[in-house]
Structure formats: structure tokens, C-alpha cells
């Protein structure tokens, strides 16, 4: 049993030597908190009209349809029914149908010539990234001239993306400090971005637009998981069902095991 012990914290040590010897904390992107409420419907509703107006352009919903939304989102008429003519004015730009899922215009050859790389799905982005990861890239946008699209972004270099948010963000600059670097055993100064700074406003203040990301990352966080409110509203019903299930289990064990 000792030997065992002593082979198991062996390997252990072994694979904590291994381990690069680098601090997360100066390594690892700050990320911004954003608060998700997915009950919040009119927060939904501004998130999906900003996803329409600025992302739909290149990035497509393919798991999603715009009738799912909609009902989703309470976009209905008096009747409870889906706003279809309400829909179709506000949301379908490319001639699809309301059962349709909500696909963009552009070619991917094209997207692949503007863009080198055809613009990603973000149906399952929110899953993937994180809703905090998502919130920080959106506000991240700096203007950089050496980038084909004039904008480099902080959490994510040198993405193929323009800065489609300029308009309502404003103009980012960065701010750099110098490191110090022992690379190869010698010390280098290696200027890196500290923060960004606006330089330009754009039509939105700071706080505005920082709502208006929290929607927009709000509206991605529902279609990456259509169902988790549901399926939370359900879950409650299920462990107080399970709870009276087993106080009503006791009392029959008990009942059934009085006189044995």
C-alpha cells in the first residue's frame, strides 16, 4: 500500500514539474462580468435587433428559426399568436421564410475572398466562449491601421472582423505599457497593450453601449440554449416532487417495518 502511495505522489510531483513554469494571472485575458437574465424579454428583443442590424450581415443562427424566436422572444400579436407581418419587417431581410432558420446573404466563396475564413455560426458561440468572454470581445475593438479592416480587437489579435460597433462604441486607441521578458535567457522590453482608451465618441455613451452589449450577449446566451428557462422552471417542479416522493417513501418504510 506504501509503495502505491509513494508511485502515486511520484507521478504527481512529476507532472507538476512538467507544468510550464508561467503565471496565469499575467498570461490569462481579463474578462468583464456581464449579467445574464434570460426572463428579461425586452432585453432579448433590443439583443435580437441589434444581432439583426450589425452580425446577420456575415454570421448566421443556423439552429435557430425565426418563428422560435419570436415566440421565444414574445414577439406576438393580441391574439397570442406570432407577429408574422411585425417579423418579417424587422427581422427577415433576405426573402427567407418565417420557419426558416435565420441564414445570412453571403456567399461563403465571397466571405472567404473579403474575410480569408467564412464567417462563423454563433448559434453555439455563448456555449463555447462564455457569455463573459463574448461581453469583453465586443467592447475590446481598437482602431489598428496595420489590420486589412483598420480594427484589431484586444481579447482576440488580429481577428478578420471590422469593427462593426465603431459607429455606436466610438474610436478605441491603445494604451501600452513595456514588460520584461527572459525568453531564451536574456531580457527583452516587449511593449503590450495595458487598456484602451476612446478617443472618438460614437452615438452611443459608454453606459448605453454597455447595455446594449449586455442585450446583445443576453440574446446570444438564450440561442445557444432555447430551453434553459424552461428547462430551470421544470427542474423545481422535479425536486419538489422528489422531495414529497421521499418524505411519502419514509412514511411507508416506516409503516411497512413498524412490527418486524
Known sequence: MNRILL??????????????LVSTADTAPHLEKVVINLQDKPSLQRGARLFINYCMGCHSLNYMRYNQVAKDLGILNANGQIDEPLVKQSFIFTGDKIADT????????????????????????????GADWLYTFLRSFYQDPSRPWGSNNLLFPAVNMPDVLAGLQGIQFPVYRTNVTTAD?????????????????????PDEFESAMT?????????????????????????????VFSIVTYLLKREYWKNI
Open 185 to 205: 535567457s536574456n531580457a527583452k522590453l516587449l511593449p503590450v497593450i495595458d487598456h484602451l482608451v476612446l478617443v472618438e465618441a460614437g452615438t452611443m455613451p
Open 102 to 129: 435565420m441564414r445570412n446573404a453571403m456567399p461563403p466563396e465571397l466571405a472567404k475572398q473579403w474575410f480569408g475564413v467564412v464567417p462563423p455560426d454563433l448559434t453555439l458561440e455563448a456555449k463555447v466562449r
Open 215 to 243: 442585450d446583445l450577449v443576453n440574446f446570444l446566451v438564450y440561442v445557444s440554449d432555447p430551453t434553459e428557462s424552461q428547462r430551470h422552471h421544470i427542474g423545481i417542479w422535479v425536486l419538489l416532487f422528489l422531495i
Open 7 to 20: 508511485l502515486f505522489f511520484t507521478c504527481f510531483c512529476a507532472i507538476l514539474l512538467a507544468l510550464p
